[in-house]
């Protein structure tokens, strides 16, 4: 599968969420203690939001640990709103249009998982994709369809709605192909100013994902930690896996559950496709 995080807060220098935790993304793309493997070798994406209206993105097919172009990149760029996305592919061609996070217009989007039985299904998904978004479709790969999907179904207007039908349209999909189980998921997308974070699967059995918690409890907790006091209040990570160790810094989010982030404020709320005829 792959990891990624979801950062919103004080602008930050991206070597401090790429690099520097514990368990760094860049240790995570070795040696991952969370997901379906150990490495996540296929390719890495970065995607922040500066000073122009649309987000930058930094895509590569080389594995995180190796590119120094990222590494260079990381020390001079900040950012208040980051997504970066490690990749380890389970069948798409290792090509720098496979790389997440995905960009169309002011959104960003990635995804952990898959969609089981994507290759009978892929016809079906794409041909149900609006045609205006259909030109943008630029790689090979279940989660950029499925990005268009919910772009497709309303993500710029209700983006938990949206996501909640495109996943109910591809489980009506897969039924119709004879296909039991098929969305796994952790997804995270953005506008540039909240962030909107699912963690979902058909068999009730999603890929691991946590939330951070409350920075200046975590200061009253640890006040001799430089990094805690580093961070504004409003500071929050959504990630595939804990970035260290910290105790009581990260909580697990549920399962079926879309985590929104806005402003400093964090909400859970129960996440459930929305099928055809409910």
């Given at each position: 599968?792959?990891?990624?995080?979801?950062?919103?807060?004080?602008?930050?220098?991206?070597?401090?969420?790429?690099?520097k935790p514990q368990n760094s993304l860049v240790v995570q793309s070795l040696h991952s203690r969370l997901?379906?493997?150990?490495?996540?070798?296929?390719?890495?994406?970065?995607?922040?939001?500066?000073?122009?209206?649309?987000p930058g993105v930094f895509r590569s097919t080389d594995p995180a640990w190796s590119d120094r172009n990222l590494q260079e990149l990381a020390g001079h760029i900040s950012s208040g709103l980051v997504l970066a996305h490690i990749r380890a592919s389970?069948?798409?061609?290792?090509?720098?249009?496979?790389?997440?996070?995905?960009?169309?217009?002011?959104?960003l989007w990635m995804h952990n998982g898959y969609l089981d039985g994507f290759a009978r299904m892929k016809r079906d998904l794409v041909m149900a994709v609006d045609p205006d978004l259909f030109p943008h479709i630029e790689g090979s790969t279940d989660s950029e369809v499925f990005f268009f999907l919910a772009q497709t179904f309303g993500l710029t207007e209700d983006p938990p709605a949206a996501v909640a039908r495109a996943v109910g349209f591809i489980e009506d999909t897969a039924q119709r192909n004879g296909i039991a189980f098929p969305v796994q998921m952790t997804v995270a997308t953005t506008d540039g100013e909240s962030i909107w974070a699912f963690r979902y699967s058909s068999e009730g059995q999603s890929r691991s994902l946590f939330h951070s918690t409350d920075v200046s409890t975590l200061r009253h907790q640890y006040p001799d930690n430089p990094t805690l006091h580093g961070l504004s209040d409003e500071t929050r990570v959504v990630v595939s896996e804990p970035l260290g160790d910290l105790k009581g810094a990260w909580r697990e989010v549920p399962e079926s559950t879309c985590v929104t982030?806005?402003?400093?404020?964090?909400?859970?709320?129960?996440?459930?496709?929305?099928?055809?005829g409910s």
């Amino acid at each position: 599968m792959c990891r990624w995080l979801a950062y919103s807060g004080s602008p930050v220098l991206l070597e401090e969420l790429i690099y520097k935790p514990q368990n760094s993304l860049v240790v995570q793309s070795l040696h991952s203690r969370l997901g379906a493997e150990p490495t996540n070798g296929d390719g890495f994406g970065v995607g922040w939001y500066g000073a122009p209206e649309t987000p930058g993105v930094f895509r590569s097919t080389d594995p995180a640990w190796s590119d120094r172009n990222l590494q260079e990149l990381a020390g001079h760029i900040s950012s208040g709103l980051v997504l970066a996305h490690i990749r380890a592919s389970i069948g798409s061609p290792v090509q720098q249009t496979n790389c997440h996070p995905f960009r169309h217009g002011r959104w960003l989007w990635m995804h952990n998982g898959y969609l089981d039985g994507f290759a009978r299904m892929k016809r079906d998904l794409v041909m149900a994709v609006d045609p205006d978004l259909f030109p943008h479709i630029e790689g090979s790969t279940d989660s950029e369809v499925f990005f268009f999907l919910a772009q497709t179904f309303g993500l710029t207007e209700d983006p938990p709605a949206a996501v909640a039908r495109a996943v109910g349209f591809i489980e009506d999909t897969a039924q119709r192909n004879g296909i039991a189980f098929p969305v796994q998921m952790t997804v995270a997308t953005t506008d540039g100013e909240s962030i909107w974070a699912f963690r979902y699967s058909s068999e009730g059995q999603s890929r691991s994902l946590f939330h951070s918690t409350d920075v200046s409890t975590l200061r009253h907790q640890y006040p001799d930690n430089p990094t805690l006091h580093g961070l504004s209040d409003e500071t929050r990570v959504v990630v595939s896996e804990p970035l260290g160790d910290l105790k009581g810094a990260w909580r697990e989010v549920p399962e079926s559950t879309c985590v929104t982030l806005r402003a400093g404020e964090e909400q859970l709320t129960p996440f459930r496709p929305e099928r055809a005829g409910s």
